[in-house]
């Protein structure tokens, strides 16, 4: 029985989070929900966006499962995602990005997954001004930050049976840190003879993952890199209903669709569930529950393959609780 940290989230958070938890109940898996208050919808009902019975929820459950939160719009808030990412130091996101047959796409056969470095880089947020007409912002890669990263990337590519491993960067210009970052990646990959390592350039990446993403494997990359080629790889494979998502650190984790809380869709039971679902596996696997997300994510698969039960964004006329029920019952044949 694992017990694990539910947060439903805001828009049309509740309605995936009800589709995503009906098809976990089909796998078999034994979970016990402990479900939590966060984004807008804790704002008005205990006045913080982050409380911190949540944060001591997922503290002590160490896995959790989140639906997108809204940020309110005006100053003073801050993004509770970004504050979950340094309140337990997820430093590595993990973003997959794999074709659907069924999906519209401009590609077939893409199966990467970007892992990003999550606290370093230009993110470490200082900046300031030089003066009135000039700005500085201060770029940080550490060997702590690069090593922990690429070490994840290798790991997570041994234990998921992939077999390449490439690092993006921009080492020609940045010498000091992305030569760092690529310094380090190089070491950490002598530790991992069976799986491939190569190295790109950022731009070069770009070009290449556009013309020929089907020969790109699993991508490590510092921060902003992260953040500008896993939207990139989403868009390579049908958009934001689609991309999954996690935050990991060293032994906690939490799991969330890439796409927001969609406030124009929410409470009309309309939306794609599969991102958060896809999310959920990627938290199967995680917890060593290999099968039962395999089993889901075939399933899925086969629904949106069909295109007979699937959601306006693929093409269908279903409910967000249809496709669910559709994926539960592929799962039974
Ligand atoms: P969004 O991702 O919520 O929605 C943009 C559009 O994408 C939607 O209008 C819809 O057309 C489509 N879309 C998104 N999810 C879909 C799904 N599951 N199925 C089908 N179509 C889907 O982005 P936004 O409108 O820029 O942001 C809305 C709110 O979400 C904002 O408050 C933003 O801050 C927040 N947000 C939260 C997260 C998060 O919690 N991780 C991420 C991004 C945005």
């Avoid at 160490?62 to 430093?91: C, H, Q, W, Y």
Wanted: aromatic residues 6%; proline residues 4%.
């Amino acid at each position: 029985m694992y017990r694990i940290t539910l947060i439903p989230g805001d828009g049309i958070g509740p309605e995936i989070t009800a589709a995503t938890k009906k098809v976990l109940a089909a796998t078999g898996v034994e979970i016990e929900w402990e479900e939590k208050l966060a984004g807008e919808t804790a704002l008005k009902e205990c006045g913080e966006l982050l409380p911190e019975d949540t944060l001591a929820s997922i503290r002590k459950n160490k896995v959790a499962l989140k639906g997108p939160l809204t940020t309110p719009v005006g100053t003073g808030f801050r993004s509770v995602n970004v504050a979950l990412r340094k309140e337990f130091d997820l430093f590595a996101n993990l973003r997959p990005a794999r074709t659907f047959e069924g999906v519209k796409s401009r590609y077939e056969n893409v199966d990467l997954v970007v892992v990003r470095e999550n606290t370093e880089d230009l993110y470490a947020g200082i900046e300031h001004m030089v003066g009135e007409d000039a700005a500085e912002s201060i770029k940080i890669i550490t060997r702590r930050g690069a090593e922990r990263i690429v070490r994840f990337a290798f790991e997570y590519a041994v234990r998921e049976g992939r077999r390449k491993v490439t690092v993006v960067h921009k080492a020609n210009i940045m010498k000091c840190t992305d030569g760092l970052f690529l310094a380090v990646a190089r070491q950490v990959a002598q530790e991992y003879p069976q799986i491939e390592f190569e190295d790109r350039i950022v731009d070069n990446m770009c070009m290449q993952l556009v013309q020929k993403p089907e020969l790109y494997d699993v991508l490590v990359m510092p921060n902003l890199y992260g953040d500008i080629i896993s939207d990139l790889c989403a868009g390579l494979v049908g958009g934001l209903g689609m991309a999954p998502g996690a935050n990991i650190g060293t032994d906690i984790a939490i799991f969330e669709p890439v796409h927001g809380s969609a406030p124009k869709y929410a409470g009309q039971n309309k939306v794609n569930p599969s991102a958060m679902i896809l999310s959920a596996v990627m938290m199967l696997k995680y917890l060593g529950e290999r099968e039962a997300a395999e089993k889901v994510e075939k399933a899925l698969a086969e629904v949106i393959r069909e295109g007979r039960v699937v959601t306006y964004d693929l093409g269908g006329t279903a409910s967000t609780l249809e496709m669910a029920e559709a994926i539960v019952h592929k799962m039974r044949d």
